[in-house]
């Protein structure tokens, strides 16, 4: 029953994750919102539901490890997995302003949640509530930067102009099936990761960091896959760095806010080095030696890395 549960959940955060992001893009054509804010606020809080719904859930049910292990697992999947595998296909293209905001805001997110957990081993509600205003600041300045410098990024290209003609009907009701499959998404995938790490003794905190944070990522994941293989620029290393500060700031902020989360000391002597590690490494990596490109040996060496990850999270556990 509880591969069951897992593989339902699974399947449930993808089709939600899908539902969400149409209704929100749909309602935000609506209200009249630009390409620019749509793209950079409501697709990122959008794609970061399931996270979020399984952090919630999981917060609640009194399981801070997978709540926090599926933020820090994910954070590691959507950079060594993800933009490893998509590199390997099709080689990314990075963009200057990289360097500018989306990798320094990254840093700041990924050190900030590091203190705070290694501060007193609790992501208390005040920190909760930092990360939060912190990430409304991050977005205000990040569309006023975009603004300001005129800067039209390959949004017209990531959001699809059809959902401008959608109706309210068929906006409400997709934002209903992706509110319901989120929900049981994240249900099915709590309850089935905790039953598989009670039968084989593994602790919750491993299955967050690997089964877990691959599940809440498996939308990124197969949109990015399938965008290479076509050969289409619709994966932005952007996008990537983004669900990752989106993750800390909004995931992990209103979670802790709702209820505090105590963190593992072995996830945080170990795991969450991963997190800044492969944050740290995309510098050097990008720019060495062909300047703001990932290539495929560059992606084979993230693919590896998380690879050796998964291998040592499992072996040491």
Do not use: C
Not at 183 to 189: A, E, M, N, Q, R
């Amino acid at each position: 029953m509880s591969v069951f549960y897992i593989i339902a959940g699974f399947l449930l955060l993808v089709v939600g994750g899908d539902f969400l992001v149409k209704s929100s893009v749909g309602l935000s054509f609506k209200l009249k919102l630009s390409k620019l804010i749509i793209g950079m606020t409501v697709v990122s809080f959008a794609t970061s539901a399931p996270e979020l719904l399984v952090s919630l859930q999981a917060a609640l049910n009194g399981s801070a490890d997978i709540a926090l292990g599926n933020v820090i697992g994910s954070n590691i999947a959507n950079i060594a997995l993800v933009l490893g595998l998509t590199a390997m296909i099709s080689p990314i293209v990075v963009d200057k302003n990289f360097f500018k905001l989306n990798w320094p805001g990254m840093l700041f997110f990924s050190f900030l949640l590091y203190v705070f957990l290694r501060n007193d081993l609790v992501l208390s509600r005040v920190e909760g509530i930092i990360l939060l205003i912190a990430l409304i600041v991050f977005i205000i300045y990040m569309i006023w930067d975009a603004r300001k410098s005129k800067v039209v990024t390959d949004l017209d290209d990531e959001i699809d102009g059809n959902l401008e003609t959608v109706g309210y009907g068929k906006i409400f009701l997709w934002l209903a099936i992706g509110a319901v499959a989120l929900y049981f998404g994240s249900d099915f995938l709590v309850k089935g990761a905790t039953d598989v790490a009670l039968k084989l003794g593994i602790s919750e905190s491993v299955i967050a960091l690997s089964l877990v944070a691959i599940g809440t990522s498996v939308p990124e994941l197969a949109a990015s896959i399938i965008a290479a293989l076509k050969g289409e620029k619709a994966l932005s290393i952007g996008n990537l760095i983004g669900s990752n500060i989106f993750n800390i700031g909004s995931v992990l902020g209103l979670t802790a806010i709702i209820t505090p989360l105590k963190v593992n000391p072995e996830m945080l002597n170990k795991d969450i080095f991963w997190m800044l590690g492969v944050a740290v490494v995309l510098l050097p990596l990008i720019l060495l030696p062909n300047k703001y490109k990932i290539s495929r040996y560059k992606g084979l060496i993230l693919f590896v890395s998380y690879l050796i990850f998964m291998y040592l999270l499992f072996a040491t556990n």
